[in-house]
C-alpha cells in the first residue's frame, strides 16, 4: 500500500506559477518497485489525463499540452514529487491526481485543486 498526499493547488492568475507536492508514504523510487511516479488531471466535464511522469531512473515525460511549462522532480530523501507550474493558462484548470505506478499495482492521491483565472 502507498498513500499520497498532493498539496500546493490554489488559484493563480493566467502567467503565474505553483508548485505542487505528492508526499508518499514509502519511497517513491526504488529499484525492487520498478515504479513510475506521475501527474493527472481533471477538469469538470472530462477525462482524467495524462501530465507528467517520472520514473526511478530519472526519466521524465510530458504531455504535449504541458511541454516547456511543467516540470516534475522527486525527492527521493523526503518521499516527494514536484510538479511546478510555470506560465499556467486557463485551460489548466483542473484537480490534479499524483499516481504512484507499479508493475501490479497504481496507486492515486486525492487530489489538488488548481484554478488559473484569465
Known amino acids: 500500500q502507498v498513500q499520497l498526499v498532493e498539496s500546493g493547488g490554489g488559484l493563480v492568475q493566467a502567467g503565474g506559477s505553483l508548485r505542487l507536492s505528492c508526499a508518499a508514504s514509502?519511497?517513491?523510487?526504488?529499484?525492487?518497485?520498478?515504479?513510475?511516479m506521475g501527474w493527472h488531471r481533471q477538469a469538470p466535464g472530462s477525462e482524467r489525463e495524462y501530465v507528467a511522469s517520472?520514473?526511478?531512473?530519472?526519466?521524465?515525460n510530458y504531455a504535449d499540452s504541458v511541454k516547456g511549462r511543467f516540470t516534475i522532480s522527486g525527492d527521493n530523501t523526503k518521499n516527494t514529487v514536484y510538479l511546478q507550474m510555470n506560465s499556467l493558462k486557463p485551460e489548466d484548470t483542473a484537480v490534479y491526481y499524483c499516481?504512484?505506478?507499479?508493475?501490479?499495482?497504481?496507486?492515486w492521491g486525492q487530489g489538488t485543486q488548481v484554478t488559473v483565472s484569465s
Open positions: 499516481k504512484w505506478a507499479g508493475p501490479t499495482n497504481d496507486y
Open positions: 517520472i520514473s526511478w531512473r530519472g526519466i521524465t
Open positions: 514509502r519511497s517513491i523510487f526504488s529499484i525492487l518497485s520498478n515504479n513510475v
